[in-house]
């Protein structure tokens, strides 16, 4: 099975300041297709999490350009330029490559100081 | 805009088995996966299984292989999560999720279940 290594755990970022997250997979994720599937949700307290870029580096519908991922291969990064009180929760990287056994990162709770 | 709605908390005792529903609204989710996880207090997501209402099938996590049975309604556009055997182990906010253009865009509320005698 596919192993997702998220760093940091944890982070703690001042309002405006920037935020970036590591995840590395135990295996690539380029498909045989060309395309590359990891994706981003964001978890807030209390709710259940929401897609916030797909096959890498696109943002889904609705969330602010503020957000962006990159990566290839077998390691990515999600970054947030500057970080809003309202982006505070558990941000989760999954991959697709072996549907339909997806497998998700531990996780990393961002706090706003 | 499609949403999901799960049916209310559970309490179940050990050796029990639970079921807990997701209703679909906005449209038909025939033609998509509904998957389940599951979140432990305090810990990340666990894919346990999903189906495709209109092929009929189901996959499992390995996991989960024996314990689960995860089926759809087409008629009432529900999908139904089956686990048995409970211990307190189990014990985790359950979630219903939709992949109708992206893999899980909408996800229901979450349903609680608890697992104690």
């Known amino acids: 099975d596919i192993v997702l290594t998220q760093t940091p755990l944890s982070l703690s970022v001042t309002p405006g300041q920037p935020a970036s997250i590591s995840c590395k997979s135990s295996q690539s994720l380029v498909h045989n297709d060309g395309q590359t599937y990891l994706y981003w949700y964001l978890q807030k307290p209390g709710q259940p999490p929401h897609l916030l870029i797909y096959?890498?580096?696109n943002r889904f519908s609705g969330v602010p350009d503020r957000f962006s991922g990159s990566g290839s291969g077998t390691d990515f990064t999600l970054k947030i330029s500057r970080v809003e009180a309202e982006d505070a929760g558990v941000y989760y990287c999954m991959q697709t490559i072996q549907p339909p056994l997806y497998t998700f990162g531990q996780g990393t709770k961002l706090e706003i100081k | 805009q499609v949403q999901l709605v799960q049916s209310g908390a559970e309490v179940r005792r050990p050796g029990s088995s639970v079921r807990v529903s997701c209703k679909a609204s906005?449209?038909?989710?025939?033609?998509?996966?509904i998957t389940w996880l599951r979140q432990a207090p305090g810990q990340g997501l666990e894919w346990m299984g999903r189906?495709?209402?209109?092929?009929?099938?189901?996959h499992y996590a390995q996991k989960f292989q024996g314990r689960v049975t995860i089926t759809a309604d087409k008629s009432t556009n529900t999908a139904y999560m089956d686990l048995s055997s409970l211990t307190p182990e189990d014990t985790a906010v359950y979630y219903c999720?939709?992949?109708?253009?992206?893999?899980?865009?909408?996800w229901g509320q979450g349903t609680l279940v608890t697992v104690s005698s």
């Open positions: 189906t495709i209402a209109i092929l009929g099938i189901a």
């Open positions: 906005g449209d038909s989710f025939n033609n998509h996966a």
């Open positions: 999720a939709a992949s109708f253009s992206k893999p899980f865009d909408y």
């Open positions: 096959e890498v580096s």
